[in-house]
């Protein structure tokens, strides 16, 4: 059936939803009871912290530093598929614009917002995106979603134009969070033992897409998520934190979910499907889900990095042998870009696409 054909029901727009005075959820929202955010429990794992990597000694240290750092990156893809990246480069004015002109367009009226409505079957534009029947649950956010390829840039239609500056610092942010995105894959691709251009050889003209997620305080935040369980279809997740948002992201460890503490100016990196197929399984991309607040909002900006639709992906052959047999086929990165976007947000489901499985 044509994505266009599948009725979703009816989806609120959380933003307006808080400006009323409801006295209930919308029954949409409420998990079942093995969903729900379990507070306590992420609260008692607070010392279990994602490892924090210093980029300024990975491309300016000795060398010792730059060992130093490049064991962190591989603890951290081998254990968390997560890690915060600090030092990193990114012009730290560049973030904080970013984050104005983000909440500057969340606050704008809904009429103005809709005018860019989330077109089904893509995450591009205003709305809730992975939305693909009447009984899913919904999640407690607002997303903007942009894709930074020639044909989005060139359409004007896809660009708000309000607040003016916005296509502007978007434009300048992905270019500096791309120069990032090469780098860390540049040192990921050292700590396999392979050639440091592995990656951008093989990637061709990379993918690049943004999302700007806002969450607004929930009167429950025990029943509700802000955003589902998900691993990134992307090769690498750039993740920016707003500035005094509140805790919200979580990532599954061990079977409990981990809360990210932001750091100041830090990036959340992780890892994403494709470098999981790539590294034929050593480099993980962890599930992670997004949580609300009761009294603050949270903002978050993420970048989306991935090779070209055209690449065929498959493990690497150096990391294929007999003790590490390949775990996954070979596919064509566009086809799992769009099994990715049309379908919801379910854990690490997406990946079965590729998954050999051997009886
Ligand atoms: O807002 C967050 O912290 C999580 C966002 C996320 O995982 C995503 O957009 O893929
Ligand atoms: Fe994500």
Not at 69 to 97: A, D, M, P
Not at 153 to 174: M, V
Request: charged share 25%.
């Amino acid at each position: 059936m044509p994505v266009s054909e599948i009725k979703v029901g009816h989806i609120y727009d959380v933003q307006e939803l808080r400006k009323t005075t409801i006295s209930r959820i919308p029954e949409r929202f409420i998990r079942d009871s093995t969903e729900r955010p379990d507070f306590d429990k992420a609260i008692a794992s607070t010392n279990n912290n994602i490892p924090v990597v210093d980029f300024s000694k990975l491309c300016k240290g000795n060398r010792d530093e730059l060992c130093g750092e490049l064991l962190k990156i591989k603890y951290s893809c081998e254990e968390w598929g997560f890690f915060q990246v600090i030092n990193h480069e990114v012009n730290l004015e560049l973030l904080e614009k970013i984050e104005k002109v983000a909440m500057e367009f969340f606050l704008m009226p809904l009429e103005e917002k809709q005018k860019y409505p989330m077109i089904p079957g893509t995450v591009q534009g205003y709305g809730q995106a992975f939305v693909f029947s009447e009984n899913q649950k919904l999640d407690w956010c607002n997303m903007f979603a942009l894709g930074l390829e020639p044909q989005h840039l060139r359409n004007p239609k896809l660009w708000p134009t309000k607040p003016s500056n916005f296509s502007e610092t978007a434009e300048i942010y992905s270019r500096e969070i791309r120069e990032l995105c090469k780098n860390l894959l540049k040192y990921i691709a050292m700590t396999l033992g392979c050639k440091d251009d592995v990656f951008e050889k093989m990637f061709g003209v990379a993918v690049q897409a943004i999302r700007m997620n806002y969450y607004p305080a929930c009167p429950r935040p025990d029943l509700v998520l802000g955003l589902s369980p998900h691993s990134d279809g992307s090769a690498l997740t750039v993740l920016q934190q707003g500035k005094d948002s509140s805790v919200g992201l979580q990532i599954l460890r061990n079977n409990v979910w981990v809360p990210v503490h932001p750091i100041p100016n830090a990036l959340v990196i992780n890892i994403g499907d494709t470098i999981e197929v790539l590294t034929n399984g050593r480099y993980k991309s962890v599930e992670h889900r997004a949580v609300t607040h009761k009294e603050k909002d949270r903002l978050s900006i993420v970048t989306f990095y991935a090779p070209s639709y055209e690449i065929e992906v498959e493990p690497l052959q150096e990391l294929v042998d007999d003790k590490n047999p390949c775990k996954y086929r070979r596919y064509n990165h566009g086809d799992y870009s769009k099994h990715y976007v049309t379908n919801k947000l379910q854990g690490k489901k997406t990946l079965e696409f590729a998954k050999i499985n051997y009886v």
